[in-house]
């Protein structure tokens, strides 16, 4: 994560579980050319055109947009913090349409504010995306998907919805509607407790209705984790924590545990997004929700986030990340420990890059392990059917039966997201209980 220069915001401790780490690899498609988008209200046909128009290098000219907007409050201009971050103070205006008024968090892509939308009278949500040009092209290619999952989802309930955007001093701002926390946010504040599984179920069938919704667009999220999934209310209840120590007292803060007073939640981040494509072989996906195939190099489509959803319902039942790992090699020992062995037909495929794991026709375990210290991380882990058992009363055969499907090594025989919505999991019977 990116240090923050701005004063008014005190850095906070990075959270000391390992699991949130920079890719390996970063990498999207080439920007579209052409798209219709939205500058300050008016349309926009071309991306390239309106590019040359900015000149990003020259942070001595003004823009004419910016002296519209200086009649308005506009604040002075500063320079870009060394990681290209938008340098900002509470109550200032971005544009003279939107009125900062907090900081709600930060990513490798920029800085997420919450603002007053002086036109719609409402609170928003205004990503301020890094000016680098790989962030800017990557900002551009999440537009264009924003208006294409706009267009199909008239309802807005599957996808967090966008409601403007426009470019700002060189760095691309995308105004969504304002949403309650991520679900990453809302386990950490829990001291990463569980939810109750009547909870997982209804966010995995939203989960799973929304990437069916995207599949069939022939879009690939590739980055499906916890943090880019959002609650779609900040409203929660306190509930005696059972699964705490008997002797604790109620008076204890620590005997109740928080759980969402709305099961509704939006899926958010769309700037790793991809139209299905072969040879799909660069990395994608945060490391503890990377399927198999993109570490072994095989090629990736859809299934990959597949592979994530499964992983994320297993952190929901848990608490934890269930691979918690940031090398490829312990990471394809952790997966074996909780799912059985790789087959040799999958470990075959893998390319040259990967071919290091591999060793006599099986995964080079734990004689390649790094340390120790690795080789123990794997050995703790438990199976699958004993993890979920240990978290879930009710339904624990139907999820394993689910997850087992949705973590399939061989991408070609993972259950579809529609194929999932239709498992037993799911059904009426399982609701009743």
């Not at 949130?20 to 390239?48: H, I, S, Y």
């Not at 800085?111 to 007053?116: F, G, H, K, N, P």
């Not at 999220?221 to 705490?244: A, F, G, W």
Request: hydrophobic share 35%; aromatic share 10%; with cysteine.
């Amino acid at each position: 994560m990116e240090t923050e220069r701005v004063t008014e915001f005190p850095f906070t401790h990075l959270d000391r579980r390992p699991r949130k780490r920079a890719r390996l690899g970063w990498d999207v498609p080439q920007a579209p050319k052409a798209q219709v988008g939205m500058f300050c209200g008016q349309e926009l046909g071309n991306v390239t055109s309106f590019a040359s128009l900015m000149a990003p290098s020259d942070h001595t000219t003004i823009s004419l947009f910016d002296k519209e907007v200086a009649r308005n409050g506009s604040p002075p201009w500063r320079e870009d913090d060394k990681d290209g971050h938008y340098m900002f103070s509470l109550g200032e205006n971005l544009t003279s349409r939107y009125k900062i008024q907090s900081k709600m968090g930060e990513g490798t892509f920029g800085q997420v504010l919450e603002c007053w939308d002086r036109e719609k009278k409402e609170m928003v949500a205004i990503k301020i995306v890094r000016g680098v040009k790989k962030y800017r092209e990557a900002a551009m290619i999440e537009i264009e998907v924003l208006q294409q999952l706009g267009k199909h989802d008239k309802g807005g309930n599957r996808c967090v919805q966008l409601r403007n955007w426009f470019d700002y001093r060189n760095h691309i701002c995308i105004v969504f509607e304002k949403l309650g926390p991520s679900l990453y946010d809302f386990l950490k504040k829990n001291n990463y407790r569980s939810f109750p599984i009547d909870l997982v179920r209804e966010i995995g069938r939203q989960l799973l209705e929304c990437v069916a919704f995207m599949h069939d667009l022939r879009l690939i999220h590739t980055d499906l984790k916890p943090e880019n999934i959002l609650l779609v209310s900040h409203d929660y209840i306190k509930v005696p924590d059972y699964n705490k120590n008997s002797s604790r007292s109620p008076k204890d803060s620590s005997y109740f545990k928080r759980i969402p007073k709305s099961s509704a939640i939006k899926v958010i981040d769309f700037g790793s997004t991809t139209y299905e494509r072969q040879d799909q072989n660069y990395i994608v996906s945060t490391r503890h929700y990377r399927a198999p195939e993109v570490i072994l190099g095989m090629g990736w489509t859809y299934p990959c986030d597949v592979w994530s959803i499964g992983c994320i319902l297993v952190e929901l039942c848990t608490g934890e990340a269930l691979f918690q790992t940031h090398e490829n090699l312990e990471h394809l020992a952790m997966m074996e420990r909780v799912l059985g062995p790789l087959p040799q037909h999958v470990l075959k495929r893998a390319d040259r890059h990967a071919e290091k794991y591999v060793r006599r026709g099986r995964l080079d375990w734990p004689e390649g392990a790094a340390s120790r210290e690795s080789i123990r991380a794997v050995q703790k882990l438990p199976r699958l059917q004993n993890l979920v058992m240990q978290h879930v009363d009710h339904s624990a055969g139907d999820l394993i039966h689910l997850l087992q499907g949705l973590l399939r090594y061989d991408p070609s025989d993972r259950l579809s997201a529609r194929e999932a919505l239709r498992h037993s999991f799911f059904t009426k019977d399982n609701l009743r209980r």
